[in-house]
């Protein structure tokens, strides 16, 4: 089993930027991909960006340019750096952890999930 805890969400100004970390604990040794997804009020839980073992990295189209997920191996800590935010980027942002080996931009593979952070920007 693998635990995410996520942090760093807050409330900013439209053009400012946030830092979201996502500290993993646990058997991490079969971690094959860490994503952020976010939900907003009312609409489906949806995928921003993942990076795989292999240091590949995937960006939903709305936020490609915005975001830069990366990780810092030593810290167990996978970060997603927002900037340039806007306020249809309010939402409550996740971390979740893919075993399977496939499926990377797919909320259904995967496996763990963080209790998630709340990101609010305003106009």
């Known amino acids: 089993q693998v635990q995410l805890v996520e942090s760093g969400g807050g409330l900013v100004q439209a053009g400012g930027s946030l830092r979201l970390s996502c500290t993993l604990s646990?058997?991490?040794?079969?971690?094959?991909?860490v994503g952020w997804f976010r939900q907003a009020a009312g609409k489906e839980r949806e995928f921003v960006a993942a990076?795989?073992?292999?240091?590949?990295?995937y960006y939903a189209d709305s936020v490609k340019g915005r975001f830069t997920i990366f990780r810092d191996n030593a810290k167990n800590t996978v970060y997603l750096q927002l900037n340039n935010l806007k306020p249809e980027d309010t939402a409550v942002y996740y971390c979740?952890?893919?075993?399977?080996?496939?499926?990377?931009?797919?909320?259904?593979?995967?496996?763990?999930w963080g209790q998630g952070t709340q990101v609010t920007v305003s106009s």
């Open positions: 979740a952890e893919n075993q399977g080996g496939y499926g990377a931009t797919f909320l259904r593979f995967y496996d763990n």
């Open positions: 646990g058997r991490t040794s079969s971690t094959y991909a």
């Open positions: 990076i795989k073992r292999s240091d590949n990295t």
